[in-house]
């Protein structure tokens, strides 16, 4: 089983609508979970991070944590066809930042 | 402030070379990890430098190297290449291993003919 695992898609949605994304990861004891976002031909940036249950909002982006279900999710509200790209799901295991396959999302206008 | 710099861009080598790449992280930041990125496996850890030392270590064969000098910078090593190490190369930096604030480089991208 995979440490952490997203589908790969790719998921489309219209313009404006929202888009979901979806991670699991295998190792409970992990503490912090990351969003990162990575454009073709470019390196991962950074758009999230959560530590606690619950939701965390920021902007157009929310991230959602339920570790007892070990499941993080971000949520991408009004999506737009600049918001096209791979979304890596991180999780943090035993001081290593270990990356989901990533999920492709691609905006159509 | 000048982020992340990789060199070389690109690189081309034969099987059972040896290659080396180089990492320059943002001025300050004294943890540097280094990840392989492949369409197959996706991003995967190699190794992880704080102040000179290898903090932590991916499952990777033992001819995957690295080392930091003291001034944060970063190398990684691979020798006796095979064509299944071609890939991307990201380096990362942060302040002090805290991963909120992990800022990637642009990359080498490695093939192995």
């Known amino acids: 089983q995979k440490e952490v695992e997203q589908n790969s898609g790719p998921l489309s949605v219209p313009e404006g609508a929202i888009a979901s994304l979806n991670c699991t990861y295998s190792?409970?004891?992990?503490?912090?979970f990351f969003w990162y976002r990575q454009y073709s031909g470019k390196s991962p940036e950074l758009i999230m991070f959560?530590?606690?249950?619950g939701d965390k909002e920021d902007g157009r982006f929310t991230a959602q944590l339920n570790k007892a279900s070990q499941y993080v999710s971000l949520l991408i509200r009004d999506s737009q066809p600049s918001d096209s790209a791979t979304y890596l799901c991180?999780?943090?295991?035993?001081?290593?930042?270990?990356f989901g396959q990533g999920t492709e999302l691609s905006v159509k206008p | 402030k000048a982020g992340v710099t990789q060199t070389p861009r690109y690189l081309i080598k034969t099987r059972g070379q040896q290659v080396t790449l180089s990492c320059s992280p943002i001025?300050?930041?004294?943890?540097v990890s280094w990840y392989q990125q492949t369409p197959g496996q996706g991003l995967q850890f190699l190794f992880e430098?704080?102040?000179?030392?290898?903090?932590n270590k991916g499952n990777f064969p033992g001819r995957f190297s690295g080392r930091q000098f003291s001034n944060s910078r970063s190398e990684m090593n691979v020798s006796t290449l095979e064509l299944g190490d071609s890939a991307l190369y990201l380096c990362?930096?942060?302040?002090?291993?805290?991963?909120?604030?992990?800022?990637f480089g642009s990359g080498t991208q490695l093939s192995v003919l």
């Open positions: 959560i530590y606690s249950n």
């Open positions: 190792d409970r004891g992990s503490q912090s």
């Open positions: 991180a999780v943090t295991e035993g001081g290593k930042l270990i």
């Open positions: 001025s300050g930041h004294r943890s």
């Open positions: 990362a930096s942060s302040s002090g291993g805290d991963y909120e604030k992990l800022f």
């Open positions: 430098y704080f102040s000179e030392t290898q903090r």
